[in-house]
């Protein structure tokens, strides 16, 4: 089975700076999609960020963007110029590149709070 | 464009009292349908999801049960509600690949608070 692990519990960045979430997973399949999710007070679930694994090249969004390293199993989120609004939990999860059944959900790691220090 | 909603926003239930949680999404057809609880200070968890009308799958055994009565309507029921099922209630759909967009990709609603007392 598939596990998302995010070592992180919390992290700070001051304002205007750069920081990096972590983000480790497992699996056998070769074939699948990374996701980072922001939940910021309000607690709805906003995507940040989708990659997809046959995809060598970093997915990027305006100020974020992942180190995705296939090899090591490993999803990074950098945040650049951090902005009081990025403050929020952050969520890395896994699907499976194959379609039917339970094949299509989401696994979610457990999350790193952000905070942005002014 | 797509949009989904859930309703209510919030909700104060007792123990024992029964519970209806509502989904929509408007702007597509025939998507994939999700139920997650999120408890305070934790991940999510999968509750249930749906490939279509009628066809409702269980990932955790509990008092809660689900139903699409519509194929743009998710619904989350429970006859007796426990303490344990407060927290927060999240609904998420996937695009078909029919209708176009990502199909691999997870949209989620504002969600429901939800507090057993």
């Known amino acids: 089975a598939q596990t998302v692990t995010q070592s992180q519990p919390e992290m700070s960045v001051q304002e205007a700076e750069t920081v990096t979430l972590s983000c480790t997973y497992d699996?056998?399949?070769?074939?699948?999609?990374l996701f980072w999710y922001k939940q910021p007070p309000s607690r709805q679930m906003i995507l940040v960020i989708r990659?997809?694994?046959?995809?060598?090249q970093n997915a990027t969004e305006n100020r974020f963007s992942v180190n995705f390293q296939k090899a090591a199993k490993s999803f990074s989120l950098k945040i650049s110029d951090s902005q009081l609004g990025d403050a929020a939990m952050y969520f890395c999860?896994?699907?499976?590149?194959?379609?039917?059944?339970?094949?299509?959900?989401?696994?979610f790691g457990k999350g790193t709070k952000l905070s942005v220090k002014p | 464009s797509q949009t989904i909603h859930q309703w209510p926003a919030t909700l104060v239930q007792p123990v024992g009292s029964p519970l209806s949680l509502e989904c929509t999404v408007e702007?597509?057809?025939?998507?994939?349908l999700y139920w997650y609880r999120q408890a305070a200070g934790r991940g999510l968890q999968l509750l249930f999801y749906?490939?279509?009308?009628?066809?409702i799958s269980s990932e955790v055994p509990q008092n809660l049960s689900a139903s699409r009565p519509q194929d743009r309507q998710f619904i989350l029921s429970s006859k007796k509600l426990l303490l344990s099922d407060s927290g927060f209630y999240l609904c998420?759909?996937?695009?078909?690949?029919?209708?176009?967009?990502?199909?691999?990709?997870?949209?989620f609603g504002p969600g429901t608070r939800l507090t057993v007392l």
């Open positions: 990659q997809e694994a046959y995809k060598q």
């Open positions: 999860a896994y699907r499976s590149g194959r379609y039917g059944g339970s094949q299509g959900n989401l696994i």
């Open positions: 702007g597509t057809s025939n998507p994939n």
């Open positions: 998420a759909w996937t695009p078909r690949a029919s209708a176009g967009g990502r199909r691999d990709t997870q949209y």
């Open positions: 699996t056998s399949e070769s074939d699948y999609y």
């Open positions: 749906s490939v279509g009308i009628g066809q």
